[in-house]
């Protein structure tokens, strides 16, 4: 087959695929529902109106958002649905360039109390947050910043692909979910960002997280208090501060954190390696049954750490 001849097939496929997607009632493109591809135009709304569509709908759905760039101001999807909604994001979601938009709001995008959610596909999530590290570099008073991605209070998920650059804050964030499976997720921050954690795991149980690379500011993977469970393998940590549990203690009363694996990990010019840190104070919280296992490390200040008496500013509890 000719080059020309096979230019004509791939694009009378994509066509094909095209139709089949504006055409499948079970696929919900946020282009029909007024969404931009132009990186300026807020489309939060339009992504709104699509998720709720897909969301009600009786059969497993699939919102599409095609290639382009698609400006959000924050945006929340709320459940629960009347069946598992996949989340097909092939172009790129860019945040507000003024940090002070969402710099004092806890996330930009937030998925919540949904059951069998697939957030699938090669897109990208762009927190701008380039504007903001340098504000709080310059020692002025900034907002704290907003999470990229948080998925909370949901069960059966699934992110597979996705790949988040120059979040304001933590990159994405699982909190007081079930069985979640994340794998070929990419992290990508400048070294000296400040506190921009690939991924955060707390309140979680059943958590996998494989085959992915994080390179960022601050902890490539950190596991918070509550989460049980948790298996890391494959992962490409560089730079940034490790993997880390914790910090844990910070409050007196707080639920421990066990059965964690962390195997087949590749830690390259990283602060730490693999940490657990606590504060210095009494606290009812533990760590029980860790693994670190077939962990290399190239070019690490601290390979294996654990902290005790974890302090990060002036202002810190002491052990009484």
């Given at each position: 087959m000719t080059f020309p001849a096979i230019i004509c097939l791939v694009l009378a496929l994509l066509s094909m695929f095209i139709s089949l997607v504006l055409a499948d009632p079970t696929i919900f493109n946020v282009v029909s529902y007024g969404a931009k591809p132009d990186g300026k135009t807020d489309s939060a709304q339009a992504f709104v109106s699509a998720w709720t569509k897909a969301c009600a709908s009786m059969q497993p759905a699939t919102i599409y958002v095609p290639a382009g760039k698609f400006a959000l101001g924050q945006v929340i999807f709320i459940g629960p649905c009347s069946n598992k909604v996949n989340v097909m994001l092939i172009g790129t979601l860019v945040a507000p360039s003024d940090y002070t938009v969402l710099g004092n709001k806890a996330y930009w995008v937030v998925?919540?109390?949904i059951n069998g959610l697939k957030v699938s596909g090669n897109g990208i999530l762009d927190g701008q947050g380039t504007s903001l590290w340098a504000c709080k570099s310059s020692g002025k008073s900034c907002p704290l910043g907003a999470t990229t991605l948080e998925i909370t209070n949901s069960n059966n998920i699934v992110v597979s692909g996705l790949t988040s650059i120059n979040s304001q804050m933590f990159h994405i964030v699982v909190n007081a979910c079930n069985n979640v499976n994340m794998q070929g997720v990419r992290v990508i921050a400048a070294g000296n960002s400040i506190n921009t954690n690939g991924i955060h795991v707390q309140l979680s149980s059943n958590v996998t997280i494989l085959?992915?690379?994080?390179?960022?500011?601050?902890d490539c993977i950190s596991v918070g208090p509550g989460t049980i469970n948790i298996w890391i393998e494959n992962v490409a940590c560089g730079p940034g501060h490790g993997i880390s549990i914790g910090s844990l203690g910070k409050n007196q009363q707080?639920?421990?954190?066990?059965n964690v694996t962390i195997t087949t990990a590749n830690f390259t010019g990283t602060?730490?390696?693999?940490?657990?840190k606590s504060w210095p104070r009494p606290s009812n919280g533990f760590a029980r049954n860790i693994i670190f296992q077939h962990v290399?490390?190239?070019?690490?200040?601290?390979?294996?750490?654990i902290d005790q008496n974890y302090c990060p500013s002036k202002d810190c509890p002491h052990q009484v």
């Open positions: 998925f919540q109390n085959n992915s690379n994080m390179r960022t500011g601050d707080e639920t421990g954190v066990q602060q730490n390696g693999v940490r657990i290399n490390m190239v070019n690490v200040q601290n390979p294996i750490i």
